[in-house]
C-alpha cells in the first residue's frame, strides 16, 4: 500500500508531505496504480523544483519513500504554487478513491504560514 501523509498550511497548500511503500496491484515494472501516483509526485516535485518562488527541501528516503517540504512561498509564486497543489491533492484524492486498497492518504496538523509578503 501507498501511505502519504500531508500537512497543509494555514493557507491551505501542501507545507509538507512524505510517501512510502508500493501499491501492490500489480507485478512490479507493470503496477498502474503505482504509475499513476508516480506521475502525480513526479509533476508535482519537478513543478516545485522548477520554482525560483518557494523555499523547499526533498529527499528521496530510500526505496519506496520521498519527503517534500516547501517552508515559503514569495508573492510572484503563490497562485502557481495553489494551482499545483490542488492538482496534484484532486488527482491523489481520486486515486485513492478509485484504489482504497491501494493508497491511503492522511492529513496531519498545520504546518503554519507559507505565504511571505502578500
Not at 501492490?24 to 516545485?48: E, N, P, Q, W, Y
Not at 519527503?67 to 499545483?84: F, H, K, S
Request: charge should be negative; include cysteine; aromatic fraction near 10%.
Amino acid at each position: 500500500m501507498i501511505r502519504v501523509s500531508i500537512s497543509l498550511s494555514d493557507e491551505g497548500v501542501i507545507g509538507s508531505l512524505m510517501a512510502e511503500g508500493h501499491a501492490g496491484f500489480g507485478l512490479k515494472g507493470t503496477d498502474i496504480v503505482c504509475s499513476a501516483f508516480t506521475v502525480l509526485l513526479r509533476t508535482f516535485a519537478r513543478s516545485v523544483e522548477a520554482s525560483t518562488g518557494l523555499t523547499w527541501e526533498a529527499r528521496d528516503a530510500g526505496p519506496g519513500k520521498f519527503r517534500l517540504a516547501v517552508t515559503a512561498v514569495m508573492p510572484a509564486a503563490a497562485e502557481q504554487y495553489r494551482g499545483w497543489c490542488e492538482f496534484f491533492l484532486r488527482g491523489l484524492e481520486d486515486l485513492a478513491g478509485e484504489q482504497p486498497q491501494q493508497v491511503q492518504i492522511e492529513y496531519g496538523p498545520r504546518s503554519g504560514r507559507l505565504f511571505h509578503g502578500s
